[in-house]
């Protein structure tokens, strides 16, 4: 197959127009003189730079490898369809079985566009950060990387040392096994399933820590906690963090909400703010 760069041009663009910022949990701002979203908005929510996707939409560059569309696809909020009709455009076969495990259904989507105000990530169920909103990004950091295992949390925490700087030092032992329990008891759910086999094998590749931890076999699917996020910018947060399954069994939303009254509420709004001017400065 090859790719039809001036039919995915027009495909990407008209599917950004389409797209309300508030919708994306991006603040409208008062200086928008064409509907949708900014195509550097596209590129940072996709997780590229965006020089490659300008050229994507100017009908130039490399051909998009399926990583980069299935992040494009969460990005600007495709139906499974629509990332199907994607894929052909730019010249790949669609993925195997519409309902993906990187699909996610419009209806979580939204829910992350009316959360403006509240972290919220949607993970796949080996731990792949497959969107989030802008204040759960400026809180954690940018990790939905179009990378196999770039995007996944388990992964960036043991093979990524600056993953952790956002934890305190105290709570890491706690965040490992916690990691690796809730893997383990979804791996188990899917015996034949190739991605976890890759992830297994390159994070028993990291070092003696997953290893030794791994051998433990302890189990144990993460539902809620408490959580300390140190911030750069605003300080501690004490956040609760809820997990709610997806109705397809194979997604999960992440809630992060500070305890009423706390001093979270106050930083967690500052960290808005932060977040919304970073945005209209990229703009």
């Given at each position: ?50 020089d490659y996707y300008i050229r994507l ?227």
């Amino acid at each position: 197959m090859t790719i039809n760069r001036p039919e995915l041009a027009d495909f990407l663009r008209r599917s950004r127009e389409r797209i309300r910022p508030q919708d994306a949990g991006l603040p409208a701002g008062p200086r928008r003189r064409t509907p949708g979203l900014r195509r550097e908005e596209v590129a940072q929510l996709a997780g590229m730079s965006a020089d490659y996707y300008i050229r994507l939409e100017q009908a130039r560059g490399p051909q998009p490898s399926p990583q980069i569309l299935a992040a494009l696809a969460r990005a600007l909020r495709l139906t499974s369809d629509e990332h199907d009709h994607l894929c052909l455009l730019a010249g790949h076969q669609p993925p195997a079985g519409a309902a993906s495990g990187d699909h996610i259904a419009p209806g979580l989507l939204h829910l992350l566009g009316q959360l403006p105000t509240t972290p919220v990530q949607i993970l796949s169920a080996l731990g792949d950060v497959l969107a989030q909103n802008p204040i759960a990004e400026a809180l954690l950091g940018g990790v939905c990387t179009v990378s196999e295992h770039g995007r996944n949390v388990v992964w960036r925490w043991f093979a990524d040392p600056a993953a952790r700087a956002a934890y305190p030092p105290e709570e890491h032992d706690h965040y490992s096994r916690l990691h690796i329990a809730d893997l383990r008891a979804a791996m188990a759910r899917r015996p034949d399933d190739p991605a976890a086999a890759r992830l297994l094998a390159r994070l028993l590749s990291t070092g003696e820590e997953f290893t030794r931890l791994w051998a433990l076999h302890e189990v144990a699917v993460r539902r809620r906690s408490r959580m300390r996020v140190l911030h750069p910018e605003t300080g501690p947060l004490v956040l609760d963090c809820q997990v709610l399954l997806a109705p397809s069994g194979d997604q999960r939303v992440i809630i992060l909400t500070p305890p009423p009254g706390s001093e979270a509420v106050q930083r967690l709004a500052l960290l808005r703010e932060l977040s919304n001017e970073a945005f209209a400065a990229v703009g």
